[in-house]
Nanobody, 118 residues
């Protein structure tokens, strides 16, 4: 079992920055922190991948504005977002998806709200 807790969301003006954190706990030895990624879901839209989840790649629509980083010692994954736009407004979730001994695991955090005002 893996628990994921996001933090760092809030209200920010367009052009501003935020750093989101995803702290992993529980059976993290069985889940490489590198497997953790970030998703977001805007009102009325489907959840979409933002970054990470087995790589340090980021989605094209945030490329140049978003970076993902990890602190293995703290079991924490960060999402640094800059030059934020109103369309970045969404609930941001971290996700751990991995396969261990032939069994698939998929965990989500509770999400953190990011609101970008124009």
């Amino acid at each position: 079992q893996v628990q994921l807790v996001e933090s760092g969301g809030g209200l920010v003006q367009a052009g501003g920055s935020l750093r989101l954190s995803c702290a992993a706990s529980g059976s993290t030895f069985s889940c490489s922190i590198n497997a953790i990624g970030w998703y977001r879901q805007a009102p009325g839209k489907e959840r979409e991948w933002v970054a990470g989840g087995g790589s340090t790649n980021v989605a094209d629509y945030v490329k140049g504005r978003v970076t993902i980083s990890r602190d293995n010692a703290k079991n924490t994954v960060y999402l640094q977002m800059s030059r934020l736009k109103p369309e970045d407004t969404a609930v941001y979730y971290c996700n751990a998806h991995y396969i261990l001994l032939g069994r698939e695991y998929n965990y989500w955090g509770q999400g953190t709200q990011v609101t970008v005002s124009s």
